[in-house]
């Protein structure tokens, strides 16, 4: 009788674990979005003050869905089953949701990076046409303990790093650094430990401040100063993708303005998805979930998937593997450069190795 009452607890404990909550997240393929498309009939990319073009094709960004979290957290029956499933994939709660960070302010910080890689995006684009524009770096705010903290404020424009002046006008040298990434530069060309002084534009005064630099977290020299990039576009692009975060998009947005400002189509009618991040000089980086997305992107009828080199690793995983054609870009004129291949069917694409 023992046995008997200790095998059933056994058994009914075994089977309760199986609905117990697990600090765990479910990736899962989630939705794509053609950015030469519409989302609830209004465009995706939409341009004025300037002439835009409609093309055969797509471009498509692809997402990936999470299921899970501190709030809705899944059985462990459910994380198993996901993980044994060949498209999903199983992954720490504390990725997207770091310890201290609320459900809230996570989704906050991907709208965020979603705005700034809608803006990086037409950065982006336009340096590569040739289409000039101003970014002027702007102190969004400094980080305490840093020299800077305290000495330069919030909302400061930087004119100068030395008494040279920050270059602002992007469209022209693809090589040279402009606005914040100048600054970054110009600050960093120097040992950690020697001054540097800024010029500043605080609400419309000229302000000039002499500070010692610290080894930054790359090892070069820096002050601690958060900026942005005050944009001011020859063109007003406005993009719409609804409840979607993150910065992976940025290259597809990037892609799909270009397509939007060009007279020719990049992609000969070709049905092409991808993913990665994009700055405004044109560097794609690489993003998670690729296995998933590409499984997204193939579903929905994609030919050609387009993935950062820094994301190699993840397409041999993916369940899609073999059944789209793969290129790697590191730059956005890596991609477009896909984009004439597939277009003319001359030349090979680069592929993951």
């Not at 957290?73 to 992954?91: C, E, H, I, K």
């Amino acid at each position: 009788m023992t046995l008997v009452v200790a095998l059933v607890l056994l058994v009914g404990l075994g089977v309760g674990s199986l609905f117990l909550p697990v600090p765990y997240l479910v990736a899962a393929p989630g939705l794509t979005v053609d950015t030469l498309g519409e989302v609830k009939e209004e465009p995706v990319i939409k341009i004025e003050d300037a002439r835009s073009y409609e093309h055969d094709g797509s471009l498509s960004m692809v997402t990936v869905q999470y299921a899970g979290g501190p709030q809705h957290r899944l059985d462990f029956l459910t994380v198993v089953t996901a993980w044994l499933s060949p498209t999903q994939a199983v992954l720490p709660e504390k990725l997207l949701f770091p310890s201290g960070r609320t459900p809230e302010e996570v989704t906050e910080r991907q709208t965020v990076q979603m705005n700034d890689s809608q803006t990086d995006a037409t950065a982006a684009a336009l340096n590569e046409l040739g289409m000039a524009y101003e970014a002027v770096p702007l102190v969004s705010g400094t980080v305490e303990g840093m020299p800077a903290h305290g000495v330069v404020e919030e909302g400061d424009l930087i004119l100068a790093v030395d008494g040279e002046p920050v270059p602002t006008e992007g469209g022209g040298d693809q090589g040279s650094p402009v606005g914040s990434s100048a600054v970054v530069e110009m600050v960093g060309d120097r040992e950690p430990g020697d001054p540097v002084e800024l010029t500043l534009d605080r609400d419309g005064e000229t302000v000039d401040v002499e500070i010692t630099t610290e080894e930054g977290d790359s090892g070069g020299a820096a002050v601690g100063v958060l900026i942005t990039d005050r944009m001011d576009f020859p063109v007003d692009v406005e993009i719409t993708v609804g409840d979607i975060g993150g910065p992976s998009a940025g290259m597809m947005f990037a892609l799909g303005i270009m397509d939007r400002l060009s007279e020719e189509g990049l992609t000969g009618g070709a049905d092409v998805a991808g993913t990665g991040t994009i700055t405004a000089d044109g560097r794609v980086g690489g993003v998670s979930g690729v296995q998933q997305k590409m499984v997204s992107a193939q579903r929905d009828g994609a030919e050609y998937f387009l993935v950062a080199a820094e994301s190699c690793s993840q397409v041999s995983q993916s369940a899609a593997y073999g059944e789209l054609e793969v290129a790697r870009v590191e730059t956005l004129a890596d991609a477009v450069d896909a984009l004439q291949t597939i277009r003319t069917g001359e030349g090979e694409l680069p592929r993951c190795e």
